[in-house]
């Protein structure tokens, strides 16, 4: 299964005969038959894209993702599922409103993301031959410990703040100087925090997703603030899979690949880049796993929405050690 990325001005799509096909200037671009496409991503402005190909898609069980150049789900256009039950979402409120409750579902998604991660140290320690990087993994046992027994979110919390200082304290080091990294700052100017927060997007959109199909509801989470327009269960559900944004930029970086800023935002190359990387990661399997990470992200989605209704327990797909 491939998700196709239209992101050329004057590109048209169009679909005849089961066949999907991205035409720009008068060339064949992409042609694909539509049981081989997961979803159709539309990252610019000056495309093509009919009503009757929406009819067509949805009706193929293919969703349209609209995506700013920042990496942002700007809107989706998805099959109706009709698997949506109320039982789901009272369930996730019933969750939501018991503190008990909500702090063990912040416990699943927080052990998951620090695992997550010391999978990933461990792989560079190898990788990169610098056993110094397992050292750190093991340090953060130690968080891990704290996380189990931290007995309110806001301890929780506190205890996810200092594991993540430790570990990007431990991958500045492994980020070229060139490119000024000041440390992981949300919404920062230089352009790894803006390459991480692009490729961040990229998975809270599938994340997004994953959670709408299963029924649940992206804005009723249990340990982001809760805003206006604020998906904080879709922010919530993310956390485990952002080893893979990381271990995405971390490839590219090493292979000698440097993001580019124009005019306050990565340029059109850096995010074809960037997008292209994290599709490669979504196609392959979460090490340890038989499952790719795009099919992860959904399954996990179900068996979320099954843990809550049957008051059960929840661990998300992680990569483990072979």
């Known amino acids: 299964m491939v998700s196709i990325v239209v992101a050329e001005p004057g590109s048209r799509i169009g679909f005849r005969g089961g066949v999907l096909t991205v035409w720009r200037g008068g060339e064949t671009v992409y042609q694909v038959g539509v049981n081989e496409v997961d979803a159709l991503v539309v990252s610019t402005r000056g495309v093509s894209l009919s009503g009757d190909i929406l009819w067509q898609l949805a009706s193929h069980g293919i969703p349209v993702y609209l995506v700013s150049s920042r990496g942002e789900a700007l809107a989706v256009v998805e099959p109706v599922d009709m698997n949506r039950t109320a039982e789901t979402m009272i369930a996730q409120a019933s969750w939501r409103i018991s503190e008990a409750r909500r702090l063990e579902a ?106 709408r199909i299963a029924g649940l509801n992206p804005y009723m989470g249990f340990m982001h603030v809760e805003k206006s327009g604020r998906p904080s269960l879709t922010l919530d559900y993310m956390e485990p899979y952002r080893w893979a944004a990381e271990k995405a930029l971390l490839s590219l970086l090493a292979s000698g690949f440097r993001p580019t800023i124009f005019m306050d935002k990565l340029d059109r190359d850096t995010r074809r880049a960037l997008y292209s990387r994290m599709e490669e990661e979504m196609s392959r399997n979460v090490p340890g796993s038989k499952v790719t990470l795009a099919k992860a992200i959904q399954g996990d989605a179900w068996r979320l929405a099954s843990a809550l209704r049957s008051d059960g327990t929840y661990t998300p797909t992680i990569p483990r050690q072979g």
């Open 106 to 211: 912040a416990r699943w998604f927080i052990e998951a993301k620090v695992r997550a991660r010391q999978w990933l140290l461990r792989r560079l320690a190898a990788s990169r031959r610098m056993p110094e990087l397992r050292d750190i993994a093991y340090m953060l046992e130690g968080a891990l410990a704290r996380i189990r027994v931290a007995g309110s979110l806001r301890g929780l919390l506190e205890e996810e703040a200092r594991a993540g200082r430790t570990y990007w304290n431990t991958l500045a080091g492994l980020i070229p100087g060139d490119l000024g990294f000041p440390g992981r700052h949300p919404r920062a100017g230089d352009p790894v925090n803006k390459s991480l927060d692009y490729l961040y997007a990229l998975v809270r959109s599938r994340c997004h997703t994953a959670l």
